[in-house]
C-alpha cells in the first residue's frame, strides 16, 4: 500500500541542565545536558511529490522556507543519502517560537526525518534516523527519539532516561531571537558555575521533583542574561511571581518555570501576561 501522506507532531524541548566542559578541535563545544520533552508541538504535514523537487511551507513567520530550514534540509539529506527520486511536500504548522532555545526548528527535522522514512519506505530505525540527524544539527538526534535524555559529545550523542515526575511548564519568551553560535562564542567557561547535570539525571530517575527544582542549571545563562537584560528581568519576575524553580532554556532567550500546582502556575501565568507577549502553560511530555 503506498502511502501519500504524513503527519507527525514535533514536541518542544526544555534543558533542564546544560553544561559546556570545553572547546573542541571542530570549533563546537564538548556538553553535558539533560533535555525532555514538553506539550508544545509543530505538526509536519508531509505530502508525496511524483515531481524530484522539495517544497516547503509554513504558518508561522520568521521561518526560512529553502535551505537555511532544518526540515527542508533533512529531506535533502534523505534524498542524497538514498538517492531518491521522488519528492515531498512539506507544510509546517509552527506554534513552537523561532529562535527561541526550545528545539523548534531541530524537532521540525526529527519530524521530517521520521516522517520521510515512512512516506518514501526508506525502513530506518530510530538509531539511524538519529545518526543521519546529527549531520543536520546538534539537537537533532535527540528530537528523532524524544522523550527525556542525557546528551554529550555536541549534543548527539544520546543517553535515554526515565521521564521526570509530571508537572507544569510555564514558557516565556521575550520579543528578541538569540544566535546559539553568538552565544558559545562568547562563553567563557573560567570562573563560572557549573551544573550538576549527574544529580539532575540522579535526581529525574529517584522521580525527586525537590532536587530537580533545586539542581536546575544552565551554564549559558552567564552569557545571555548579560547580553540580553529582558531575559534576566523574565526570570527574576517568574521567581517573584512564584515559579518552583526557573532557568533559561538552551541559549534563551525563552525562560521556563516549573510548577506541581496549577493554581499557582495560573497565577503566574496571569502576571507574566502582563508585560510578556509569548507566554506558553504545557505539561512536562517527557516520554
Known amino acids: 500500500m503506498t502511502i501519500n501522506k504524513v503527519s507527525i507532531k514535533a514536541p518542544a524541548k526544555i534543558n533542564l541542565s546544560l553544561d559546556a566542559l570545553r572547546k573542541r578541535e571542530d570549533g563546537f563545544h564538548e556538553v553535558a545536558m539533560v ?43 534523505l534524498k542524497k543519502t538514498f538517492n531518491i527520486k521522488k519528492g515531498v511536500y512539506i507544510h509546517i504548522s509552527k ?23 515512512e512516506l518514501w519506505g526508506l525502513e530506518l530505525s530510530l538509531d539511524e534516523l538519529a545518526e543521519l540527524g546529527a549531520k543536520i544539527g546538534s539537537d537533532v538526534s535527540f528530537c528523532v527519539y524524544g522523550g527525556t535524555a542525557l546528551a554529550t559529545g555536541r549534543g548527539e550523542k544520546i543517553h535515554h532516561i526515565s521521564s521526570p515526575p509530571p508537572c507544569w511548564v510555564l514558557l516565556a519568551k521575550p520579543p528578541i531571537g538569540v544566535s546559539t553560535g553568538e552565544v558559545y562564542r562568547n562563553l567563557r567557561l573560567q570562573g563560572i558555575k557549573h551544573p550538576d547535570v549527574e544529580g539532575m539525571v540522579k535526581a529525574i530517575e529517584e522521580k525527586d521533583y ?41 541559549s534563551g532567550p525563552t525562560v521556563f518555570g516549573l510548577f506541581q500546582h496549577e493554581s499557582r502556575l495560573q497565577r503566574v501565568y496571569n502576571g507574566l501576561r502582563g508585560f510578556c507577549h509569548e507566554v506558553y502553560a504545557v505539561r512536562l511530555l517527557g516520554e
Open 210 to 250: 525537590d532536587k530537580i527544582c533545586s539542581l536546575l542549571g544552565n551554564v549559558l545563562e552567564s552569557v545571555t542574561l548579560k547580553m540580553y537584560p529582558e531575559v534576566k528581568h523574565i526570570k527574576e519576575q517568574m521567581m517573584r511571581l512564584g515559579a518552583d524553580a526557573v532557568l533559561m532554556s538552551g
Open 35 to 77: 533535555m525532555t520533552t514538553v506539550d508544545l508541538a509543530d505538526r509536519i504535514e508531509l505530502t508525496l511529490l511524483e515531481a524530484d523537487e522539495i517544497k516547503i511551507e509554513s504558518s508561522g513567520g520568521f521561518v526560512p522556507l529553502d535551505e537555511r530550514n532544518l526540515a527542508f534540509q533533512a529531506a535533502l539529506l
Open 95 to 117: 506554534h513552537i517560537p523561532v529562535a527561541a532555545g526550545l528545539a523548534g526548528g531541530s524537532s521540525d527535522a526529527a519530524a521530517t526525518l521520521k516522517g520521510l522514512n
